[in-house]
Protein backbone atom coordinates (compact mmCIF):
# COMPACT_ATOMS: atom_id res chain seq x y z
CA UNK A 1 0.00 0.00 0.00
CA UNK A 2 1.04 3.57 -0.61
CA UNK A 3 -0.22 6.78 -0.17
CA UNK A 4 1.09 9.85 -1.69
CA UNK A 5 0.30 13.14 -0.37
CA UNK A 6 1.13 16.40 -1.84
CA UNK A 7 -0.63 20.41 -2.43
CA UNK A 8 1.32 21.48 0.72
CA UNK A 9 2.91 24.59 0.98
CA UNK A 10 3.27 28.06 2.36
CA UNK A 11 0.10 30.64 2.35
CA UNK A 12 -1.37 33.75 4.15
CA UNK A 13 -3.51 33.67 6.82
CA UNK A 14 -7.07 33.02 5.39
CA UNK A 15 -5.78 31.43 2.76
CA UNK A 16 -7.22 27.87 1.11
CA UNK A 17 -5.11 24.90 -0.21
CA UNK A 18 -6.14 21.55 -1.24
CA UNK A 19 -4.29 18.40 -0.48
CA UNK A 20 -3.94 15.17 -2.26
CA UNK A 21 -3.66 11.59 -1.13
CA UNK A 22 -3.32 8.88 -4.25
CA UNK A 23 -3.69 5.76 -3.15
CA UNK A 24 -2.17 2.69 -4.75
CA UNK A 25 -1.84 -0.83 -3.82
CA UNK A 26 -5.02 -1.74 -2.55
CA UNK A 27 -8.57 -1.74 -3.66
CA UNK A 28 -9.92 2.11 -3.25
CA UNK A 29 -13.10 0.72 -2.74
CA UNK A 30 -12.62 -1.61 0.33
CA UNK A 31 -10.77 1.31 2.21
CA UNK A 32 -11.54 4.51 4.80
CA UNK A 33 -9.08 7.28 4.54
CA UNK A 34 -8.53 9.73 6.70
CA UNK A 35 -6.17 13.08 7.07
CA UNK A 36 -4.19 13.93 10.16
CA UNK A 37 -1.99 16.36 10.82
CA UNK A 38 1.19 16.83 13.08
CA UNK A 39 2.73 20.21 14.71
CA UNK A 40 5.98 20.39 16.33
CA UNK A 41 5.88 20.30 19.88
CA UNK A 42 1.97 19.32 19.54
CA UNK A 43 0.33 15.84 19.29
CA UNK A 44 -0.91 14.39 16.02
CA UNK A 45 -4.39 15.49 15.36
CA UNK A 46 -7.15 13.64 13.33
CA UNK A 47 -9.08 15.88 11.27
CA UNK A 48 -11.82 13.88 8.94
CA UNK A 49 -11.77 10.24 7.66
CA UNK A 50 -14.24 9.44 4.52
CA UNK A 51 -15.18 5.75 3.28
CA UNK A 52 -14.22 5.61 -0.64
CA UNK A 53 -16.99 3.28 -1.38
CA UNK A 54 -20.13 5.32 0.07
CA UNK A 55 -18.00 8.92 0.61
CA UNK A 56 -19.34 8.76 4.16
CA UNK A 57 -17.65 11.16 6.07
CA UNK A 58 -16.68 12.06 9.48
CA UNK A 59 -15.36 15.17 11.32
CA UNK A 60 -13.02 15.59 14.40
CA UNK A 61 -15.58 18.44 16.20
CA UNK A 62 -13.02 20.69 16.16
CA UNK A 63 -12.09 20.38 13.06
CA UNK A 64 -15.81 21.09 11.08
CA UNK A 65 -16.68 24.10 9.26
CA UNK A 66 -13.18 24.88 7.68
CA UNK A 67 -12.28 21.34 6.62
CA UNK A 68 -13.95 19.09 3.52
CA UNK A 69 -12.78 16.26 2.69
CA UNK A 70 -13.80 14.37 -0.45
CA UNK A 71 -12.99 11.58 -2.93
CA UNK A 72 -12.49 10.67 -6.56
CA UNK A 73 -12.61 7.24 -6.93
CA UNK A 74 -11.54 7.05 -10.80
CA UNK A 75 -8.49 8.46 -9.34
CA UNK A 76 -7.85 6.20 -6.18
CA UNK A 77 -7.54 9.85 -4.32
CA UNK A 78 -8.72 11.75 -1.46
CA UNK A 79 -8.82 15.28 -1.29
CA UNK A 80 -8.82 17.77 2.13
CA UNK A 81 -9.92 21.43 1.12
CA UNK A 82 -8.67 23.35 3.79
CA UNK A 83 -10.05 27.01 4.04
CA UNK A 84 -9.74 30.19 6.53
CA UNK A 85 -6.54 28.79 7.09
CA UNK A 86 -4.92 30.62 10.25
CA UNK A 87 -1.33 30.11 11.48
CA UNK A 88 -2.05 27.29 14.02
CA UNK A 89 -2.61 25.28 11.10
CA UNK A 90 0.85 24.99 10.49
CA UNK A 91 1.48 21.47 10.32
CA UNK A 92 2.57 18.52 8.59
CA UNK A 93 -0.38 16.85 6.95
CA UNK A 94 -0.94 13.09 6.62
CA UNK A 95 -3.04 10.60 4.82
CA UNK A 96 -3.54 7.29 6.16
CA UNK A 97 -5.99 4.01 5.42
CA UNK A 98 -7.58 1.34 6.83
CA UNK A 99 -9.46 -1.68 5.26
CA UNK A 100 -12.62 -3.27 5.13
CA UNK A 101 -15.96 -1.20 4.97
CA UNK A 102 -15.95 0.11 8.62
CA UNK A 103 -18.07 3.17 10.10
CA UNK A 104 -15.68 6.07 9.31
CA UNK A 105 -15.61 7.02 13.32
CA UNK A 106 -14.20 3.71 13.88
CA UNK A 107 -12.00 4.49 11.14
CA UNK A 108 -10.72 7.30 12.67
CA UNK A 109 -10.12 5.44 16.09
CA UNK A 110 -8.30 2.62 14.40
CA UNK A 111 -6.08 5.33 12.62
CA UNK A 112 -5.67 7.41 15.50
CA UNK A 113 -4.17 4.52 17.24
CA UNK A 114 -1.39 4.62 14.55
CA UNK A 115 -2.84 1.28 12.76
CA UNK A 116 -3.00 1.47 9.28
CA UNK A 117 -1.11 2.47 6.51
CA UNK A 118 0.27 6.08 6.42
CA UNK A 119 1.94 8.45 4.20
CA UNK A 120 4.74 10.61 4.26
CA UNK A 121 2.85 13.75 4.83
CA UNK A 122 3.14 16.90 3.21
CA UNK A 123 4.21 20.37 4.50
CA UNK A 124 1.76 23.42 5.21
CA UNK A 125 2.99 26.49 6.29
CA UNK A 126 0.30 29.49 7.25
CA UNK A 127 2.25 32.78 7.80
CA UNK A 128 0.36 35.33 9.66
Known amino acids: VQLVESGGGLVQTGGSLRLSCVAS????????IGWFRHAPGKEREGIAC????????YYVDSMKGRFVISTDRAKNTVYLQMNSLKPEDTAVYYC??????????????????????WGQGTQVTVSS
Open 25 to 32: GLTFDDHA
Open 96 to 117: AAVGGRIPTSQAMDLMSLGLGS
Open 50 to 57: INTSNSDT
